[in-house]
């Protein structure tokens, strides 16, 4: 029998959607149910769990663990410390994927901008995380623009060494990021 999801509150849509294995139209019921219920973000679905990419998405999606208590109040001293990290040479890697989780969440055209800055020149660990990190933030600043809850839906796939490279730079991968 299938859940009414209008009935269920927010941890048990998001517990729903993490186990997956639904119809198109339970995926469609169950957006318009998250959106109902508020709830903005991107929902990124990996096609290969084993692949480098897939293992890089999936540590992105479980580091919004430890996104600040303070969140969805994140603090104009936090964005400064983020952006100002994210473009440190003397940062860890560590710091700098707490202070993408941070912008991405963060649905600001300034910190959007800053963003994409990064990516033109990101750390090379980090390309997977800064490309979600600028669709989950476009998804954040679409949803404060028009007020209403918006939820992106994407696909993190392998990328063949000859497929064009995910960065948006129109050359192929092996001469791209794969460096």
Known sequence: MKPNFGDLNEEELIKILNQGNMSQDEFAELIAAMQAKGLNGSIM???????????????????????PKTYPEISEKEISWAKKTLFSEQDSIENKKKAIIILAHTGRLDVYKALEKYEKKPDPELKIWINMAIQECQTFLKS????????????????????LCPCGSGKKYKHCCSK
């Open 144 to 163: 404060n623009l028009t007020d209403r809850p918006i939820i992106d839906v994407g696909k993190i796939s392998k990328v063949g060494r000859n497929d």
């Open 45 to 67: 679905s990996v096609e290969d769990p084993d692949s480098e990419e897939g293992k890089t998405a999936q540590e992105y999606i479980d580091y919004h663990q430890k996104l």
